[in-house]
């Protein structure tokens, strides 16, 4: 089992989210001493609970200054802790509705995302918002924490209410079985330890539950072929003097000097980049987009190492037997596994930006490493949260989730998403200003 674990948490506002990640952190121990009291003694300045000693959770997350003033979640907070079995990466996503960006933000890498929801309010718009992104966004595993459930005297129908209104909508948005566990963030029922209060429960708590999961490379790694978008060509600049072949300026050349002949090294060219998915050997056979060649991997080097192989997410250069004219953007594959190159494609976008996305626009694409001109051709429709149809648009707004097609001024080694969740998405950006105004995931029916 992996040793990371990234998830996010989403849902309405004042469903508890700030004060779940608190008593998770709190309760794994994985809270400072004089971070405790600070939070304790803000707690008791502000008479939170009314009794004393209560401590206001929400506190040890909402770390902006606005934040702790309004009592609300504006940023994604990122915080990192670990138990016996695992380590985690967590993203408290905002709940207002003008920073869902923020949530498409913290989920877009997450193996999960908690979605929390008030036993009281039941789903709402917002909710139905939060897991159209999960759904949007291919996540593997949905957790919805069904919370306060302790004021309702932990009413068992209550819970189950709930459970069958989000399983119907999971049904509807085409989201894999969701987990619901009946939670109370502010007593810590079933957020670490199972609570004694809800006999008639008989799953895992939230910790134990995100534990046993598989994160996306235990799902994916083996079954996508290698994908390393190239961030940089590097090879020398002319040939070295002795004097730089140890510390200082010509540190990194010196650590290769050691270990290559200097002709050798005068000669080295290689392709560096993370790996997004897959495994690439030495004398496994590649092809180079958009240079159209196949050729043999004769190296790889994580820094001054040479190593045999390596994996996703590692970043390394790749040295390879035949020259290739490649440059930043350029995709190395796993030989025979690159789709037809697009000029056209169909997408799914979720709107981040204010200015509306209409048809006629000129944005850039960012795809990997890649950067091209495109034109936005035809908005297809938006989808409506409360019937999950496609309606007809003119115009996306913000926080919309749309279908659009896009136009490229060069081609790109794009992918179904739901084939290749790496390879699949990208980013809409204004030409002028650079702002991202919208992520977007290549749908299965492109035929470009």
């Known amino acids: 089992m992996s040793t990371l674990f990234r998830f996010a948490t989403a849902g309405s506002v004042d469903d508890g989210k700030s004060t779940l990640v608190g008593r998770l952190l709190h309760d794994s121990k994985a809270i400072l001493a004089d971070q405790l009291e600070s939070v304790a003694r803000t707690s008791a300045e502000r008479g ?4 004393p000693g209560a401590i206001d959770f929400a506190l040890l997350t909402d770390g902006l200054r606005a934040e702790r003033e309004q009592g609300i979640t504006i940023d994604v907070a990122y915080r990192y802790f670990s138990t016996g079995r695992r380590s985690f990466i967590l993203a408290d996503c905002p709940g207002h509705v003008q920073y869902t960006r923020n949530m498409v933000t913290g989920s877009a890498t997450a193996d999960a995302v908690v979605v929390l929801v008030d036993v009281r309010n039941g789903v709402l718009e917002q909710t139905r918002r939060h897991l159209a992104v999960v759904q949007l966004l291919r996540v593997p595993h949905v957790i919805v924490a069904v919370n306060k459930i302790d004021l309702t005297g932990y009413d068992r129908a209550a819970f189950e209410a709930v ?9 509807d948005l085409g989201l894999p079985d969701a987990h619901t566990i009946p939670v109370s963030a502010l007593a810590g029922d079933n957020v670490v330890e199972r ?12 910790l134990e539950l995100l534990e046993e999961l598989a994160t996306i490379d235990e799902l994916e790694t083996d079954l996508e072929a290698l994908r390393l978008p190239v961030q940089l060509v590097i090879r020398p600049q002319g040939a ?12 990194s050349a010196g650590e290769r ?3 290559q002949p200097q002709d050798d090294f005068r000669d080295y060219r290689a392709f560096a980049g993370r790996i997004e998915s897959g495994t690439v050997r030495v004398g496994d056979a590649v092809e180079v987009f958009p240079a159209g060649i196949t050729t043999t991997v004769v190296g790889i080097d994580r820094g001054p190492l040479a190593v045999d192989e390596a994996s996703a997410p590692l970043s390394v250069s790749l040295r390879l037997a035949d020259p290739v004219d490649a440059a930043r953007g350029a995709v190395i594959a796993a030989s025979g596994s690159l789709p037809r ?3 056209e494609i169909e997408a799914d976008v979720f709107q981040l930006d204010g200015r509306p996305l209409t048809t006629g626009s ?4 960012k795809h990997g490493t890649s950067t091209v001109q495109a034109l936005v051709t035809d908005i297809r429709g938006r989808l409506d949260l409360d019937t999950l149809e496609t309606t007809p648009t003119a115009a996306l707004e913000t926080n919309d989730i749309g279908l659009v097609r896009l136009k490229l001024a060069a081609d790109l080694a794009v992918e179904p998403y739901a084939a290749h969740r790496r390879a699949g998405a990208f980013l809409v950006i204004h030409p002028h200003d650079g702002a991202t105004l919208a992520a977007g995931i290549v749908t299965e029916g492109d035929t470009a």
């Open 48 to 51: 939170f609970g009314g009794e």
């Open 163 to 171: 459970a069958a209104d989000v399983a119907a909508l999971a049904r």
């Open 195 to 206: 609570s004694a209060n809800t006999p008639w429960y008989d799953g895992p708590s939230l």
């Open 240 to 251: 070295l003097s002795p004097e730089l072949t140890s510390a200082g300026r010509g540190a």
């Open 257 to 259: 000097l050691e270990t």
């Open 341 to 343: 190159p697009r000029r």
């Open 362 to 365: 000129r944005v850039l694409v």
